[in-house]
């Protein structure tokens, strides 16, 4: 079994920060990308930034210079940094992660359960 737990969701004022944990863990054999998604309410779920096995990353435009994401191979665990958050931040941030378990030929996507961000005005 394959689980991944986020954590550092809050509520904070607009300008200020937060840092957002997702950690893998259970039997697994290696992960290749990770990354951070959101979805408001009402909206699709989005990408907003990934990162690869080989720490390339990648970020959504509108969190460009504000946000950014790393990783702990050790660990299992990526993180995303979110500097001067914005009301329109708001959303439940979701962790992915692209991964072998002990036992698979091959790579599936896992997802967290969600932690949740709010920016107030």
């Known amino acids: 079994q394959v689980q991944l737990v986020e954590s550092g969701g809050d509520l904070v004022q607009a300008g200020g920060s937060l840092r957002l944990s997702c950690a893998a863990s259970?039997?697994?054999?290696?992960?290749?990308?990770m990354g951070w998604y959101r979805q408001a309410p009402g909206k699709q779920r989005d990408l907003v930034a990934a990162i690869s096995d080989g720490g390339i990353t990648t970020y959504v435009d509108s969190v460009k210079g504000r946000f950014t994401i790393s990783r702990d191979n050790a660990k299992n665990t990526v993180y995303l940094q979110m500097n001067s958050l914005k009301p329109e931040d708001t959303a439940v941030y979701y962790c992915r992660a692209r991964l072998r378990g002990h036992g698979r030929s091959r790579e599936y996507d896992y997802w967290g359960q969600g932690t949740q961000v709010t920016v107030s005005s």
């Open positions: 259970g039997s697994i054999f290696s992960i290749n990308a």
